[in-house]
């Protein structure tokens, strides 16, 4: 009983409980404690195995990540080099300050 | 109506209890009737950083989970133990004894009562927000702590394994039609000050960004001696817990 009105309560956060794979809710809501008893268990092993992941694609969309990264910090050294330059040109003292964000 | 968060990350190391930690306190401090739950039940921590001995926590999850005593009986009320004079802080400890957690191992448990747990402190304690501090990785127990909340806060740092491996784990809960949020911690100062980080993260997990918090000496000197918000309420550190703060809240709100 206790539950159920959970599942109501989550309902809210989940995009859509309709669509496949079966959602968790649909474990929860087992009847009887015996067939309750590791389903969830069962429902993520079975949820995992069926995923057919691709790993080398993945591989291949981290590095690419990786190399879109670097390129945001090279242009952030890029910048900071800049900075000092003109902080050696204008006579300025950089402000170790800003460091704190 | 309340919400049960869970905060998970991929690898150890990231910063989850310091996470859970620091946002139960602000939340609290924000006027929330807020609960932190240990749920890394096989390397519990968070009762270290909340200043919480064995002594005091006289009952734990183990004992609720073995039906030893009713969930109120372990939930520990710290309010006024961390000085907070707003909301109401409360906490469930897991027990560190190696024996409960090798009973743990090798028993299990009803996998439900994760579930059972965020239901009761929501509807029956009246709690806003109860906070899963998880154990890293995906291990079925992990997932089951991850499932057994409404939405989830993945915790990464900007290294490969964390990146390669929250990228996993978002791809996971999307599939168990989980909502996450990306929290990206300990980011090098340097990358944590570019505007496009938190765009290319979203978009690579698919998952919105909510919070980039730079890598601190400070908290890390911390050692985990207390809660570092409320020792140094001023620190850039603890601004970025409030504005995650703020931004769950309105978040929850919608």
Redesign the interface.
Known sequence: MQITSLTASSRCFSEDLNSTPPSLYVGIALPGKERRRGSLRDFIASTLASMKTDMSRIESVISNFERRIDAIMNKIDDLEQRVSHLEKLLGVRPDKGKDRR | ?G?SIAIHSYRGGTGKSTTTANLAVVLSALGFKVVAVDLDITSPGLHVIFGISSEIMKHTLNDFLYKRCRLEDAVLDITSHLGLSKGKLYFIGSSMKPEEIAKLLKEGY???LF??V???L??SFGVDIVLFDTHPG?T?DT??SV?SS??SLLIMR?D?QD??GT??TA??LR?????SYVVLNMVP??????P??AN?VSK?VKAPVVAVI?FYEEVLSHRSRGVFVLKHPKH?FTSRIIKLAETLFSLIKR
């Open positions: 109506m919400v009803n996998e439900y579930k059972e965020s239901d009761q929501i509807n995906l079925e997932i089951i499932l409404e939405l900007m490969k990146i390669t990228y996993i791809q996971i599939r168990f039609k989980k909502v100062p340097k990358l944590a000050s570019a496009e980080l290319e690579l730079p850039p």
